[in-house]
């Protein structure tokens, strides 16, 4: 015998079996849903709620079509008691949705499923972890700084004979070369050879230094006897000043929530910063990391680092 054809005559017994086929319509519902592999919890929660709205439906269908009679109380029981389940349900979900709460309402829609927590890490545990210091910093200027020179000079040998004629003139050294003078007082004329006798025969004299070594030298010649010779040549000091690059590295100790002001010359510094996480870095102008912060301003250089409270475990 068919299924539906006794489903059907049960009915035309008991009128009210007739709503089995919504039953059944239910069932197929429930059917689709695992079809669609809509997960269960979703699925049975959705049908119930739907159950008690249908019978809220009939209930209302119900009491309209009874004013009196035996079954008018019943009815209004039932309209109230799925009203108040509706009402229940949807503050239910709500709490669930924004608070997680009642518990075993949300197990029911979401399973038994906890987030995992993060382990709190007490604060002398931070306190161990944070780094020391900052990091390495050093702090590399160039300056400069005015030196002299100094280079001592001897001349190729000078000869002024009067064999065969009388000599009156200036001999002078070397020119000097561009950027050197002579010192003061360290030019002499050594003389190395000579005929005749001093201030007779030759005379040397009126030796003066700037702007080149020079001195007066005359020698008279004689028919008879001897002639003035001499030979001779110039000592002397050379100096000037010069401008050397002076590179001074300076180690710059800085400890948390401290403040350092350091003397530098503009476009002249350099830093080179190792953090505690991370490679050397080459700084030459303003600079903000986590760590440390650099700020030139003039002839000073600011470099500060955070307090531990406000960095944070590292």
């Given at each position: ?10 009915i035309k ?5 007739k ?14 849903v695992a079809?669609?592999k809509?997960?269960?919890?979703i ?10 709205l ?10 309209t ?10 009815a ?5 008691s ?16 924004t ?7 949300a ?6 499923r ?10 002398k545990?931070q ?11 050093v702090l ?10 100094t280079?001592d ?11 065969s004629?009388d ?10 070369p561009?950027?050197?003078s002579?010192?003061?007082g ?7 050879w ?7 025969d030759?005379?040397l ?24 010779k001499?030979e ?8 000037r ?17 401290q ?5 530098i010359?503009p476009?002249?510094?350099v830093?080179?910063y190792?953090p505690?996480d991370?490679?050397?870095q ?11 912060e650099i700020k ?7 470099l ?7 960095q944070?475990?590292?």
């Open positions: 015998m068919n299924p539906l054809t006794i489903l059907r005559e049960a017994a008991v009128p009210a079996l709503y089995a086929f919504g039953l059944l319509g239910l069932v197929a519902v429930a059917a689709i079809m669609l809509v997960e269960p919890k699925a049975v929660f959705g049908t119930v709620v739907i159950l008690i249908m019978v809220a439906v009939v209930v209302f269908a119900r009491l079509t009874l004013d009196t009679g035996i079954l008018k109380y019943p209004i029981v039932f309209l109230w799925f009203t108040l389940l509706t009402v229940a349900t949807g503050g239910c979900l709500f709490s669930v949705a608070m997680g709460k009642p518990k075993f309402f197990v029911l829609l979401l399973g038994n906890t987030d995992p927590v993060l382990p709190e890490v007490p604060q545990e306190a161990i972890r944070l780094p020391a210091n900052p990091g390495k910093i590399t200027v160039t300056t400069s700084e005015v030196r002299t020179d280079m000079v001897v001349s190729p040998q000078r000869r002024v004979d009067s064999s004629d000599h009156d003139q200036t001999v002078t050294s070397d020119p000097i561009a950027g050197w002579v010192v003061p360290s030019v002499h004329v050594p003389i190395t000579a005929q005749g006798k001093q201030n007779h030759w005379w004299d009126n030796i003066r230094e700037n702007p080149i070594p020079a001195v007066h030298v005359r020698t008279e010649h004689h028919g008879l006897g001897t002639s003035g001499i001779f040549h110039f000592e002397y000091k050379l100096s000043r010069i401008e050397v690059p002076k590179t001074e590295d300076k180690n710059i100790e800085l400890s948390w929530g403040i350092r002001v350091e003397p010359v476009q002249k510094w830093i080179h190792t505690p991370g490679p050397t080459e700084i030459i102008g303003p600079y903000k990391m986590s760590f440390i030139p301003d003039g002839e000073k250089l600011v500060s680092a955070p307090a531990k409270k406000d944070g475990a590292y």
